[in-house]
């Protein structure tokens, strides 16, 4: 059995096969990577990319095979623009799901680019986050171009 596969095991407490919020937090203090609540929280969504309020093996896998830099994102991002993040992705998430559908993300698209961050028309927007072709866009995916677009890595449309 693999590392990630025993990690999941022990803190999947309730055997569900799957791991919540709690038993992630658990884990994340175990492995010498405390995280406070309001951390721990955004970093389970981006974890959890179908956005369903629990961690499947497959998804915790996922962001295991990241390696050394699996904690870097939470541990480095200042908690105040991760909480702001997660707050901008649950406005727009008005269905609910846990991921912005295409319809969600043009309504963010167009504040965005009235806002004087330009992300281009929704499609383009879309298409530029979307990088598991899904058709809606996780939290994860959301996360990842916003901190790339504010360090500079990515310039938005027309740069």
Known sequence: M??????F???????????????FTQMCTALEHPLSAEVAKLAFRVIDVNGDGTVTYNEFS???????SRFHMFETIP???LA???????LFNVSGTGTISRA????LAATLNANGFPVGSPEY???????????????????EYMLARLNGLSAGPGS
């Open 79 to 81: 908690p105040e623009l």
């Open 84 to 90: 702001t993040l997660g707050l901008q992705f649950r």
């Open 125 to 143: 927007f879309v298409e530029t986050i979307d990088s598991d072709r899904s058709g809606s866009i996780s939290f994860k995916e959301y996360l």
């Open 104 to 107: 969600e993300a043009a309504t």
């Open 2 to 7: 693999n590392l990630s596969k025993l990690v």
């Open 62 to 68: 996922e962001w295991w095979k990241t390696g050394g």
């Open 9 to 23: 095991k022990r803190f999947d407490v309730d055997g569900s096969g799957t791991m919540s919020l709690p038993e």
